[in-house]
Every structure is written in C-alpha cells, then in structure tokens.
C-alpha cells in the first residue's frame, strides 16, 4: 500500500463496449482511475481485462464509450496519441523486439524524446561528433539509470530472446519506464515468476509509484499480490465489470467470490 | 589471444557507442582502408577490375540499400531492379540533358529519383504486408520494366531502345581507366556505407528494427510507422537508385532496361539473404559470393580438365545458389555475417575453447 | 459487340490456365502453410519431364504408338514430381519446421533456382513440344446470333474443362476428407499439428506431390499451347497475383481471381493498349492485384488477419 496521497481522477472510462464480429469482448465496462494509484484490475481468463488495456493503447477501437484522460474526452485513442500524454504499457506476451538487444529495446522507449533528423543521424560520423551523437548519448544516460534499477546491467547488450523469461519481463517493464510515464499500465507482470521473481516485480512496481508518483494500472491474477500493493481493485468477468472498491471491499464482494470460485449447488 | 578486449575499458558511454569499439577492430579497418585504396589499384589487373571488384563494390552497395529495407524494417521486396533502372535512367536523362551536370550530381540525382519513386511504391506497406507486399512490389518491377521501354522521353527518344554513357568525367577529370573507375565506386561505398552504418544503429535503425520485429508493440511506444516505413523505402531507394546509376554509367557503360529486369531483383535478395540479414558487413560478404561464384564455376572445372559448356555452368550456377539459399536458411538463417561474427567471437576466446 | 465477347471469351480461357497454376500455389498454402514461390519452377519442369520423356521413350522403347508415349510421359513425369515433392520435405521443410512465413517463402525461392537449374540440366534448355493431341483449330459457335459467329479456341475450352474438374474434385477432398482436414491443421500451426500426431513428414510429401501433380497438368496445357521453354516458369508469375486476388488459402477463389486477371488483361491490353504502345499484358495483372489488396489487404476472399498482441 502506498503512502503517497492519491490525487484527483486522471483516467475515466466511461461505458466502453468492445466486440470482434460476434464475439463481445468488454460490455459498457465504467471505472476510474485516480493519480497516484495502484490500480488492479483482476477477473478469470477471457474477462477481457487485457482488450481493456488495449483500447485505453489505441490497439483496439471500442464500438461505444469513452475514455477521458486528464480532462480530454477521447472517443478513440490513437496508439502514438496516448504514447504522448504519457501512457505506457508492458504485455501480456511479451511484446519485445527479439532482434535487439536489452539495451536497444529500452532504448526504443526514449523514441518520443529523440529529436534529431534523419540527415543528422546518417553524418554522424564515426568519430562522434554533431547532435546525434549528443542526443544518443543524453538518452543513453537516462536508459543507463533505468537498466540500474531494474538490476539488468550484465545483460544490457544481450539479445533479447535470449535472455530467460523473468529477464525479459524486467526490459519490458524498462522500456515501458523509458517512456517517462503518467500512467503504466502493466499486464500480468508477474504471469510465469516463482515467488522471489515476484517480490522483485513488485518492489520495482512499488519503488516507481513512490519515486516517480507514476499511477499503476495492472493486471494480475496472483491475489496475493493484488491485495498486498493495490490501492483499489476493478473485478471484470466476461466482459462485464463485477465489483469495484477497496481490496477488502472487493474480497468480501458476493459476486466476485461466486466469479471466482463458482456457486454452490 | 591477440583480439583480446584486455585493458579497453569504456569510461564514457561515448567509447562505447563508437562505430569500432575494439581497438583491433580499428585497426583492422584501417589496415583495410589502405589495401583497398592504396595496395589493390597496384596490385590488381584491368581485367580483375572491370570483371570483379567493380561490380562487388556497385552490388554491395544496392545491397545496402536492399538490406535495409528487408532485413532492417522487414519489409519485403521483389522490386529492386526497377529501382536500380530508374535511378540509371533518371541519371542518364540528367548527364545527357543538361549541359556540364557534373558527374557526380547526376548519379546522386538519379538516387533521388528513385527515392521519390520508392516513396509512391512504399505507401502501400502501409497497409499491405509481408507475403502480399512482396507480390505488390512485383508491380513496380513490371510497371517500371514496361515504362523504360515504352515511354521514349526516357531513353532520349533513342532508336535502339538502349542507352549509353560515352564518357565519365567531372571538374575535367575523367575517369576512363579501371583503376579511376574503381576508386570512384570505392568511394560512393565508403561513404554510403558509413551513412548507412550510422542509420541503423542509430534511433531511425531501432524503429526500423522495432518495425520488422513487431509493429504493434512499435506503436504503443510512439513509434509513427508511416513514418518509419516510409523512411525506410526513401532511404533504401536512394542508395539502390544510385548504386543503379553507377551500375549503369560505370559498369556497363550501355544498358537497355533489362538489365535491370526481376533476375536482378532476385540476385540482390540472393545476396542479402546468403549474406545476412540485418547487417551491414553481410552485404558485402553476399555481394562478394555471388560475384565470385560464377567465375569459380567457370573456372575450377577448367582447372580441373572438365570442360562443361556455358550453358551448363548458368545452370549449374542456379542450383548452386538455390541449394545454398536453402542451406543458409537452414543452418544459418542470419547468413554469412553471422558465421563471421560467430568466427570472431571465438577468436576473443583462442586459444581457449570457451 | 461480337469482338467483345470475342477477347472475353479469350480473356477467360486465359485466366483458366492461369488459375490451374494458382491452384497448385493455393494448395500448397492451404496445407503447408508455405508461399510457394517454386510453382512457376515445378510447372516447368513437370513439363519439361513429360515433354521429354514421352520423346525418349520411343526413342528408348522402339515403339511408334503417340499415345503410349504420352501415357507413358505422362507417368514418368508424375512420378519426378513425387521424387521432387519427396526431395524438398526431406531436404528443406524439414529442417524448417515453424520458420516464420518469410523464410519458408526465401526457402521456396531457393527451390525455385534448384528446379530451374536442374529441369534444364536434365532435360535440356531448347524448346520442346507437347502434343497430347489436343485439337488445335478454333470452332465458330453462335452464328446466328452474331454476324459471323464468334471464333473460339478448342484447345482453350478443354483446358477450361480440365481446370473446373481439377477444382471440383479439390474441393471435395479439402472439405470432405479426414486427410483434408488433417491437411488444414497442418496449415494453421505446424508444431500444434505435430503434437497431436499428425504426421507432418507425410503429410507435406503428400500435399506437395498433389501440388506438383496439378502443375504437371498446368504444364502439359500451357505448353501444349506455347511450347515448353524457360518463360514458362516466368508467365507463371503472374500466378501470384491470381492467388493475391483470389485469397491465399481459396480454390474457388484461386478460380476466380485468375478469370478475372486473364478478362481483365485481355480487356485492358485491346482496348487500352492502342493509347499506351502496347504491352499492358505484362504489368496489368500485379497493378491490379495492388490495387484490390489496397482496398482488401487480404484478396479477395483471404481470411482477414488479426493481431493478437
């Protein structure tokens, strides 16, 4: 639990309602998020938590609602639009760039704060002088504290997929810090960690919501951990939001325990 | 035992993103630099010129070009030829129009011809990929094939259909020896190569690289990926438009369009597959096998006493390349450059086995 | 008016023919999940093989019957495209068992090369006939409807037959056999496949020997028409942007995306060709395919792709 104080609403999602063809993955699903938060989202397999995080991406477009972020009411998110006002996020299946290296992948997430033209980057020659060359490495310094923290150093030049699970799990989460986020929405961060891997996780996740005052918005199925660092839970379950408050609140919900654990006949 | 890292420490992150970290490797390079400029132009015969190292040093680079495209951003293209002929003929039509173009200008100008080109024909990656943009790429190939034929304006309106440079000169040299030749297409690769190295391992090369590995996730980052494709296709059309232009002016001296027909395009593919995707030096090594593996095969059975005909050697040839590209994607798919760098990193390690 | 049923009539038979090619792409896809840029190749080798064998064979033989040779060509040439279809499961697809799409497809141009290079090699580089005894005068039909009648081409028609009960008999076994919808798994996820038994080995020596089966009779037909020589592998180019319209993994799409490419090239190339100089055949058919996947990135009637991220 967080002592930081949370501060007024910066994401509101308002009656969203996704479907693919028949299919209806998410039906008028309505929460907020306060800054500041842990936010959890949590629901069994096919709630539809992660086509949630999708649209709030701009991957996905909802058919209905809205989702207003810091005031602005937006009926569709552009993916680089969000990536802009300071939204990031890590994926469920990794979503790594397997041909660079760790070092590269978070790199990437300093792309919004690289400025410099194409011209500048091709005649920067190989003595290193110009404003590329200064601009890489003003970006590389700040990617440098990022690989401190999460405790990467040996494996910054490694290629990704070569590096174990838990590893690349920690570059997603870097590359997403990268981005200097308002808001990190992280998707199953803790899917395939024994427990030290998970403490780990969560003290990274715990140390950038205090250090940083980033708001967390995440998916976890471990309850354990969900109740220990969330400020407040949304229960999603086939598509429909079933419980919304407190951790406590949340775990004494008649409808998430019958969600969960089914009903007695 | 002697390309040991021992004692090079980078105490800055500017050492370390230098273009040759290890000092061997500095070395190395410059030792290469003086071959190829000082050793090779005395050493080497005409023949050796005009036969190998020019069309190595002029193919090299339009495998830059390709490589970037294919293996960088991972967008696939069967086009290549048509590109290379456009910036032949565009910088034909501007040596021979305008009066006094120096040389240089209009093969840089023939790059920015096909570059506008590889713009138009890269806006449909933007919704069309993989498998289906290959087959959209076979329609600037073949549209482009039938232009240079049909449209006389391109040929200055020549009788033959084919067009010719009599003579290569700039600020009143004139490059008319092999060796001139040589040094001129060496120095369009130094410095294509060195822009190119200097591309892709910088921010451009990452989203380039971000795209080809998963552009979802590229998005969600900030990545624009009309931008980063399309950027791919200008710059990758630039070089292979100048490399065209070269390939056109400096080695064949006379050319019809097709010369730059789909075989072309499926020799560079050849040579950036065989050579390695994703890498700058592989572009090289590609060019190198193909160029080299003809006159092997002409040669060795020669050398051995068994004469084989031409006909039989070209089709000797295609198996061989088939063969290998299957061997390559097998055993190697990252190609030549990986064996190579594989090859060096044991030797860090030698006399140690690991 | 009559002319212009004339070039459709053209126009479609042409696009049978090119359909035949795209079929034998379509099926690989359909069952490998490969793009298999060897088509073009196995076509002219398969014809090439029956070109030559029913020339050797009663040369070899000493016998004077056309029909035994053809017969006889013909089954020798089925069989190289089995040793073949064997060749490339044993050598490559093996090896690159759940490669991504694009290395299959550079692999298949490696194929490609092989088979150029080895047909010719083997079977030697001239042109060669084939003669299966195809009736080569064209017939007047509809007289008395048009001035004249309208002229078509025998030849053209029997191929057309060929092609549609190729289709029919395919589509049968895809939907209607256990070995068909084996075939289908096997195109969707290779390793998921091989974990439940199917035997994957077999199963790509059958497809691509069907695969090969069906260029040898685009073969026989195409260069009954044209003569077997090099370009052949090249016209069957154009079979990529038939599959392109018609939707990598649908024979009746492979069906129509080749009738529509061959009315629209014939149309285009008449009607057109005079304001150009000519020479639209070559290009008409890729622009066409760009221009529908712009608007459908996936053909005609391709399964719409979804990323799950």
Not at chain 1, 83 to 99: I, Y
Not at chain 2, 136 to 149: E, G, K, V
Not at chain 3, 66 to 87: Q, R, Y
Request: hydrophobic share 50%; charged share 15%; proline share 3%.
């Amino acid at each position: 639990m967080s002592d930081r104080k949370t501060g007024d609403v910066i994401l509101d999602i308002q009656n969203i309602s996704l479907s693919f063809g028949g299919v209806k993955a998410l039906t008028d699903i309505s929460f907020d998020v306060r800054e500041h938060e842990v936010r959890a989202i949590i629901g069994p397999n096919g709630a539809g938590k992660s086509s949630m995080l999708n649209c709030i991406n701009g991957v996905y477009q909802p058919q209905q609602g809205s989702i207003t972020f810091r005031g602005q009411v937006f009926k569709h998110m552009n993916s680089r639009q969000v990536a802009q006002m300071g939204v990031a996020r890590t994926f469920q299946n990794l979503a790594l760039f397997k041909g660079m290296s760790a070092l590269d992948n978070i790199m990437t997430g300093r792309n919004l704060q690289m400025k410099s033209g194409l011209l500048a980057q091709a005649f920067r020659n190989p003595f290193g002088w110009g404003s590329a060359e200064r601009e890489e490495l003003k970006q590389r310094e700040f990617v440098e504290r990022i690989i401190d923290f999460l405790e990467i150093q040996a494996f910054r030049k490694t290629p990704v997929g070569q590096l174990p699970y838990g590893l690349q799990k920690r570059v997603d989460l870097g590359r997403a810090l990268a981005m200097e986020p308002q808001v990190l929405l992280l998707d199953e961060p803790m899917a395939g960690m024994n427990v030290e891997e998970k403490q780990d996780m969560s003290r990274f996740i715990l140390d950038v919501n205090d250090e940083f005052g980033t708001t967390i918005v995440l998916i976890e199925h471990d309850m354990g951990v969900v109740m220990d660092i969330s400020d407040r839970v949304v229960v999603l379950d086939y598509g429909k939001k079933i419980g919304d408050g407190t951790p406590d609140e949340v775990r004494n919900n008649e409808d998430v325990i019958r969600a969960y654990l089914g009903v007695e006949h | 035992m002697f390309y040991r890292e021992n004692g090079q420490f980078k105490s800055s992150y500017r050492a370390d993103l230098a273009l040759f970290p290890i000092a061997q490797d500095r070395w190395a390079m410059l030792a290469l630099m003086a071959i190829c400029f000082v050793a090779v132009p005395m050493l080497v015969s005409d023949y050796a010129f005009r036969a190998v190292l020019i069309p190595f040093l002029i193919l090299s680079l339009a495998a830059i070009g390709l490589n970037i495209l294919v293996g960088y951003c991972g967008q696939i293209s069967l086009g290549t030829g048509a590109f290379m002929a456009v910036g032949a003929y565009a910088a034909y039509n501007l040596q021979v129009r305008i009066d006094g173009m120096p040389l240089v200008l209009s093969i840089l100008g023939g790059g920015v011809a096909a570059m506008a080109l590889g713009v138009v024909f890269g806006i449909p990656s933007l919704r069309i990929r993989g498998l289906y943009l290959a087959v959209a790429t076979l329609a600037a190939q073949f549209f482009i094939d039938w232009f240079t034929n049909r449209v006389k304006w391109v040929t200055n309106d020549s009788p033959s259909g084919s067009v010719g440079v009599r003579s290569l000169e700039m600020l009143g040299y004139e490059f008319s020896t092999p060796v001139q030749k040589y040094l001129l297409c060496l120095c369009f690769v130094v410095v294509f190569g060195m822009l190119a190295k200097n591309l892709v391992r910088g921010a451009i090369g990452r989203e380039w690289m971000a795209m080809r590995d998963m552009d979802v996730a590229a998005a969600v980052i900030g990545i624009r990926p009309v931008y980063a494709k399309l950027t791919a296709f200008a710059v990758s059309s630039f070089i292979v438009g100048v490399a065209g232009a070269l390939w056109g002016f400096v080695h064949l001296g006379a050319w019809e369009p097709a010369a730059f027909g789909i075989e072309k395009s499926f020799q560079l593919l050849f040579m950036i597959i065989i050579g390695g995707l994703g890498s700058i030096a592989g572009c090289f090594f590609g060019a190198a096998f193909i160029v080299l593996l003809p006159l092997l095969l002409n040669y060795v059975p020669h050398w051995l006493g068994l004469p084989i005909s031409t006909a039989t050697a070209s089709h000797l040839e295609h198996m061989i390349f088939g063969a290998l590209i299957v061997f390559f994607l097998i055993v190697e798919p990252h190609g030549l450059a990986r064996l190579w760098s594989t090859a060096r990193q044991k030797l860090r390690l030698w006399p140690f086995p690991h | 008016m009559g002319f212009f049923l004339e070039t459709l009539f053209g126009g479609l038979m042409v696009g049978m023919l090119y359909a035949l090619v795209a079929l034998g792409f379509v099926l690989i896809f359909k069952a490998s999940g490969v793009f298999n840029f060897a088509q073009g190749a196995m076509v002219l080798f398969a014809a090439l093989a029956m070109a030559r064998f029913s020339e050797w064979f009663p040369q070899w033989f000493h016998f004077e019957s056309k029909l035994l040779a053809n017969v006889l060509g013909f089954v020798a040439a089925a069989l190289c495209m089995v040793a073949v279809a064997w060749a490339v499961e044993r050598f490559a697809l093996r090896r690159l068992v759940n490669q991504e799409g694009i290395t299959l497809l550079m692999a298949t141009l490696g194929i490609a090369n092989v088979l150029d290079g080895g047909g010719q090699l083997i079977f030697g580089s001239a042109t060669y006939k084939i003669d299966i005894g195809m009736p080569k005068d064209p017939m007047l039909v509809l007289e008395n409807v048009f001035e004249g009648g309208l002229l078509l081409n025998k030849e053209d028609l029997y191929a057309a037959v060929a092609a549609a009960a190729l289709v029919a008999l395919l589509t049968l076994f895809f939907q209607k056999t256990r070995t068909g919808r084996a075939l289908r798994a096997v195109a969707d996820d290779h390793q998921a496949a091989q974990s439940i038994g199917i035997p994957l080995g077999r199963i790509w020596v059958i497809v691509w020997s069907v695969g090969g089966l069906v260029a040898l009779v685009a073969g026989i037909i195409w260069g009954s028409k044209l003569g077997v020589q090099y370009s052949i592998s090249l016209v069957a180019l154009k079979a990529f942007p038939v599959v392109i319209l018609g939707g990598l993994t649908s024979v009746p799409g492979a069906i129509l995306g080749g009738l529509i490419i061959g009315v629209g090239e014939k149309l285009s190339e008449i009607y057109l060709g005079p304001y150009v100089g000519g020479g639209i055949e070559n290009w008409f058919a890729y622009v066409l395919a760009l221009a529908v996947l712009l608007i459908r990135p996936q053909g005609l009637f391709g399964d719409k792709i979804i990323d799950r991220v």
